[in-house]
Structures are given as structure tokens and as C-alpha cells.
């Protein structure tokens, strides 16, 4: 099993910044990909970005690219996901989550290991 646990969310103004960070821990093998995803009341996942532990190879997806960063600490077995310029529409509650192999960014049903989640707030 694997263990994630999220944190960074708060509020903060549009154009404002957050760092949220997914520490990852558990008794079954790390997984090789790590990513984020997020979501609002009455929409469906959304997902946001993934990195490649192995390859050490990040993706966000094209709305967020450019505002967005995913990067790891490998000493800590932690993921993190800088947001620069938030906007409004960024509010969500965000959800580290996790797979043994390659999973698209579209199937969120595809990722086994999920987080408790962590709610970013954005005001205009």
C-alpha cells in the first residue's frame, strides 16, 4: 500500500502563488509516477500534471503549462507542485496521486493511490 499525503493548499489573491507538496510513503514498492490531479463540486478530475520518478521527467498539461511546475525531492519522497499566477478557475481541491506504471493525466481511474487532497482557494 501506499501512503500520500498532501499539503500546501490555503487561499490566496489571483496572480499569488502556492506550493503543494505530496509526501509519499507505505510498505509496497515506491510508485514510478507520481502526479496531481484536482477537482470541483460538480465536475469531474482534472488532471494536472505527473512526473516520471525514473526518468526523472516531468508533464504538466496545456492549460497550466507555464504557470504550473511539478518537481521532486527524491532524499524526502516528496512531489511538489509549484502554482504561479493562479486565477479563480484554479480553485479546487487538489489530489496527489499515484501509479506503478504509466498512466495518462486523462484516466483518473487509471491511478490506484490517491491522497486526502488539499483545497486551494482563489479570490479575485
Known amino acids: 500500500q501506499v501512503r500520500l499525503v498532501e499539503s500546501g493548499g490555503g487561499s490566496v489573491q489571483a496572480g499569488g502563488s502556492l506550493r503543494l507538496s505530496c509526501a509519499a510513503s507505505?510498505?509496497?514498492?515506491?510508485?514510478?509516477?507520481v502526479g496531481w490531479f484536482r477537482q470541483t463540486p460538480g465536475k469531474g478530475r482534472e488532471g494536472i500534471a505527473r512526473y516520471d520518478i525514473l526518468r526523472r521527467h516531468p508533464t504538466v498539461v496545456d492549460f497550466v503549462e507555464g504557470r504550473f511546475t511539478i518537481s521532486q525531492d527524491s532524499a524526502e519522497n516528496t512531489i511538489y507542485l509549484q502554482m504561479n499566477d493562479l486565477k479563480v478557475e484554479d480553485s479546487a481541491m487538489y489530489y496527489c496521486?499515484?501509479?506503478?506504471?504509466?498512466?495518462?493525466?486523462?484516466?483518473?481511474?487509471?491511478?490506484?493511490?490517491w491522497g486526502q487532497g488539499t483545497q486551494v482557494t482563489v479570490s479575485s
Open positions: 507505505g510498505d509496497a514498492a515506491m510508485p514510478n509516477y
Open positions: 496521486v499515484a501509479a506503478q506504471g504509466i498512466t495518462p493525466l486523462v484516466d483518473a481511474d487509471g491511478w490506484p493511490y
